[in-house]
């Protein structure tokens, strides 16, 4: 299967559920009923093999594109682009959340209803300083707590995961490294504004069922990676630093509503040596 053929199936959105009949969309907002036109093929023909695709697709390419670094030397790579990127160092990744929108599912009540107040599964992911995942979990239930998704406090000060000083009154060292994560985090907004510009049924709501959206999002993720390292080209959607002032320019990503990730809830008790090796760094 060539890329090119890849690359059209996965446009469409995948349904498999006969019961769920409303419209269905792919990442140019069209209907099965309407991609049946484009691509000649019936609706229901559509709703059966994307599926298949989809699977054939991650089965393929996940463990090529989407393994997450395993030794001490690998991860000293990823810690290396961090600093010399963004000057941000000992960093092993940009932790973020995102809530992929979806159709309530039949009797599940708020199981899937979150804070932001929509139905909802949660893709939560660790980036490097390329925009590509290095680690994925998709399918926990917007409902579930942040710490049911992350069997933690989400974003909490710890000595393995930062956070910026939160304070008003920050003298110039927490200033200064305050801007250094917050342009480090950066880098996984950017990735999730690649994944939604490139799969647009990621803004807005799908309709299929939790499990097909599981799939196609990890797909999805997998054939960004994919992309990225086989056709590393520059895309309007990331952020980039001026060369001559160091200011920096925000990408096309930004400008987009819809690609907001899992805010960080404020009130976690914060540990004493996670504070103290804060204020070291």
Same mark, same amino acid.
């Given at each position: ?31 099965? /009923? ?19 695709? @989809? ?14 670094? =395993?030794?001490?030397?690998? !991860?000293? $790579? ?19 959340? $995102?809530?992929?929108?979806? =159709?309530? /599912? /039949? ?9 932001? @107040? ?10 490097? #300083? ?29 000595? !393995? ?14 200033? *200064?490294?305050?801007?250094? %994560? ?24 799908? &309709?299929? &069922?939790?499990? *097909?959206?599981? %799939? ?21 959607? #990331? ?6 002032? &160091?200011?920096?320019? /925000? ?10 990730? %899992? %805010?960080?809830?404020?009130? &976690? ?13």
């Amino acid at each position: 299967m060539s890329l090119l053929i890849v690359h059209e199936c996965v446009h469409i959105s995948v349904h498999i559920d006969t019961n769920w009949h409303d419209e269905f969309t792919h990442t140019t907002g069209n209907s099965y /009923p309407s991609l049946q036109y484009s691509f000649r093929v019936e609706a229901s023909t559509i709703c059966k093999f994307i599926p298949e695709v @989809c699977k054939a697709i991650i089965a393929v390419y996940k463990v090529e594109v989407l393994s997450c670094p =395993k030794t001490n030397e690998e !991860w000293k $790579k990823v810690a290396a682009r961090f600093s010399s990127r963004w000057n941000y160092h000992n960093c092993l990744g940009a932790v973020n959340g $995102k809530h992929i929108a979806m =159709k309530k /599912p /039949p009797n599940v009540g708020s199981y899937y209803y979150n804070y932001k @107040c929509f139905h909802s599964i949660v893709l939560m992911v660790v980036a490097d #300083v390329t925009y590509k995942f290095l680690y994925v979990d998709v399918g926990a239930e917007g409902g579930a707590s942040d710490g049911g998704t992350w069997r933690d406090d989400v974003f909490a000060l710890r000595t !393995w995961m930062k956070k910026p000083f939160s304070h008003g009154s920050q003298v110039l060292r927490e200033y *200064i490294y305050t801007y250094r %994560l917050s342009r480090a985090q950066r880098v996984v907004e950017n990735a999730f504004g690649i994944l939604c510009q490139r799969f647009r049924c990621f803004l807005m709501t799908m &309709h299929q &069922h939790p499990n *097909i959206i599981n %799939l196609i999002t990890m797909c999805a993720c997998v054939l960004h990676n994919l992309v990225l390292i086989r056709y590393s080209h520059v895309i309007s959607a #990331v952020d980039r630093e001026d060369p001559n002032t &160091h200011d920096l320019i /925000p990408g096309g990503g930004r400008t987009d509503r819809h690609l907001q990730g %899992l %805010l960080p809830l404020t009130g &976690h008790h914060t540990l004493k040596d996670a504070k103290d090796q804060r204020d070291y760094l």
